[in-house]
């Protein structure tokens, strides 16, 4: 086996080891994309990379100069792998996004396996240890000693009540347990009760299940749905 041979099989080796480890985040939060997605990914980018440099010197034997982009497909890779991220982007019905880290895990998973593939192996360590580093513990830093907004997590609440007055009162409620009203909804139903949605945002380290007591114990909620958001 040559040494251009053991190089590139190295590089497919690095770029497993890394893909294996942003998937792997990816799979202990139970996202769309997991291990083999990621794997997948991370090898193919290289793969790719490496044929597009390896083929540009192939096509000019011994020639100095290189007319041909070396990168020609690795630059294919970066726009084509949208298409892969906007699968798992998805607009739930209360108007909120999910999936858009997911989304860009997998660009990044690309972009990791192309620098692999192009020889910048201490770069794709350190971009992989930064990823991940971003992912998981700067929203816990900013949980703790961010900025107010950066510590508040959103609710979303469905609401029957049949008395139009009690719907004033609880909203009145919800601001005397100091939490923050975002939007509301309300809308009449055919057997004259009111469907009232609301998003709220409370303190992050709230459980949601304290939220859901305090407002079914309320006088005049009938029915109660929440959801968390993030």
Not at 38 to 44: D, K
Not at 139 to 166: C, N, T, V
Request: charged share 20%.
């Amino acid at each position: 086996m040559s040494a251009s041979e053991t190089e590139m099989f190295l590089k497919l080796g690095i770029s497993a080891v890394l893909g294996l480890v942003i998937g792997i985040e990816r799979e202990l939060k139970r996202k769309p994309v997991g291990l083999k997605t990621s794997l997948v990914i991370c090898i193919v980018s290289c793969l790719l990379t490496i044929v597009s440099i390896e083929s540009a010197y192939k096509a000019h034997p011994g020639a100095v100069n290189i007319t041909m982009d070396p990168l020609r497909l690795a630059a294919q890779i970066v726009s084509g792998i949208g298409f892969l991220g906007a699968g798992v982007i998805l607009r739930r019905g209360n108007d909120s996004i999910s999936g858009l880290t997911t989304a860009a895990m997998i660009w990044g998973a690309a972009g990791i396996g192309i620098a692999v593939g192009s020889g910048f192996y201490l770069e794709s360590f350190a971009g992989v240890a930064l990823l991940i580093f971003s992912v998981e513990f700067i929203p816990f830093l900013m949980k703790l000693i961010g900025p107010k907004q950066l510590r508040e997590k959103e609710i979303l609440l469905q609401l029957h009540i049949a008395d139009r007055s009690r719907i004033d009162s609880v909203v009145d409620y919800i601001y005397e347990q100091k939490y923050i009203l975002r939007k509301m909804r309300i809308k009449d139903l055919s057997d004259g009760n009111h469907h009232v949605q609301l998003q709220i945002a409370v303190n992050s380290k709230a459980k949601t299940t304290d939220v859901y007591n305090l407002i079914s114990e309320f006088e005049g909620v009938q029915r109660v749905e929440i959801e968390s958001i993030n």
